[in-house]
C-alpha cells in the first residue's frame, strides 16, 4: 500500500490511496509518537480524522486509504491538521473518482 498507492501531501498529512483490493474498502491512521508526543493529542487526532472518515464513508468506499502525520506538530496544531486531513480526503477522493471513470 505504502509503495504503489496515489499519494496527496499536504503540509502536515500526508494521504495514500488506492483501490480496494478487498469488496469494501479500509482506513489506516499512522500518527507516531515524534509528530505528537501526548497520547491525548494523537488520540484526538485519531478522532477528528476517523469522524471526517465517516462522513466521507460513501466516496471512500472501493478505496484503501491511508493518513499519515508527517512532521512533528506543536499542541495546538492539533485540529489544524485534522482539517487539513479531512480537505485532501475529499480531494483524494475526488482524484480518484475522476481516475477510475472513463
Excluded: H
Aim: net charge positive; hydrophobic share 50%.
Amino acid at each position: 500500500m505504502f509503495r504503489d498507492g496515489a499519494r496527496f501531501d499536504g503540509r502536515q498529512v500526508q494521504i495514500i490511496a488506492k483501490p480496494a483490493a478487498l469488496p469494501v474498502g479500509r482506513f489506516g491512521l499512522v500518527v507516531g509518537r515524534k509528530a505528537l508526543r501526548r497520547a491525548v493529542d494523537r488520540n484526538r487526532f485519531r478522532r477528528l480524522v476517523r469522524e471526517a472518515f465517516r462522513g466521507a464513508r460513501e466516496q471512500t468506499l472501493p478505496y484503501d486509504v491511508i493518513v499519515r502525520l508527517k512532521a512533528p506538530l506543536p499542541r495546538g496544531a492539533v485540529d489544524a491538521a485534522a482539517r487539513e486531513a479531512a480537505d485532501l480526503l475529499a480531494r483524494a477522493v475526488a482524484q480518484m473518482a475522476a481516475r477510475s471513470t472513463p
